[in-house]
Nanobody, 118 residues
Framework: QLQLRESGPGLVKPSETLSVTCTVS??????????WGWIRRPLGKGLEWVGH???????AYNPSLDSRMSISRDTSKNEFTLELRSVTPEDTAVYFC??????????WGQGTQVTVSS
């Protein structure tokens, strides 16, 4: 069964870089037709799509975050990582990773809280 698990720093200082990693088990991140994504939920707000990387390595980012983010893959570890630079308190959120492969149901990680604070 496909499982995803996020790991992150918990606390990041303003202007620094946030890095969260999703470790995948039960499927290869290079397997066909998957999209491996990041979604976040700021406190008291709704879900926000951050971006994704496909099984072929193509990526797409939220335009509002595009200039300061990247998603990379480590195929040897079967994981993918979100980096968000120059963070502010507005980037404080629970960060979720997700696997999407239509028409199958999406698989979600449990989420990891990242707080931006000095």
């Amino acid at each position: 069964q496909l499982q995803l698990r996020e790991s992150g720093p918990g606390l990041v200082k303003p202007s620094e870089t946030l890095s969260v990693t999703c470790t995948v088990s039960g499927a290869s991140i290079t397997a066909g037709w998957y999209y491996w994504g990041w979604i976040r939920r700021p406190l008291g707000k709704g879900l926000e799509w951050v971006g994704h990387v496909s099984s072929s390595g193509a990526s797409a980012y939220n335009p509002s975050l595009d200039s300061r983010m990247s998603i990379s893959r480590d195929t040897s570890k079967n994981e993918f990582t979100l980096e968000l630079r120059s963070v502010t308190p507005e980037d404080t959120a629970v960060y979720f990773c997700k696997a999407h492969r239509a028409p199958l149901p999406d698989y979600w990680g449990q989420g990891t809280q990242v707080t931006v604070s000095s």
